[in-house]
């Protein structure tokens, strides 16, 4: 699957609950903070998503969903 088609399947995003922002953060493995300097925001900003003080932009939740499919396929690489 090429970038293309990587974005306008992430185009149709998926509700990204502050549940399933963490729930993502943590199937990752990563920090907050860590997060935050992959997805380009504040660690305070991760923290308010993942408590539901703020939504993610519709930006946030393509650049999101994008991440997820990508780490989807590299997962079926390995699998392989």
């Known amino acids: 699957m090429n970038i293309v ?14 549940e399933a922002i963490k729930e993502f953060r943590q199937r990752l493995n990563l920090y907050q903070k ?3 300097q992959m997805i380009g925001v504040t660690e305070r900003y991760v923290i308010y998503l993942e ?4 939504q993610a932009s519709k ?6 969903s994008m991440i997820e499919e990508n780490e989807k396929g590299k997962e079926r690489r390995t699998k392989q």
Do not use: E, S
């Not at 974005?7 to 998926?14: D, E």
């Open 51 to 54: 408590k539901g003080v703020r």
């Open 59 to 64: 930006t946030l939740k393509i650049l999101l």
């Open 34 to 36: 860590d997060f935050a």
């Open 5 to 18: 088609h990587v974005y306008i399947k992430a185009m149709k995003t998926k509700n990204w609950t502050p």
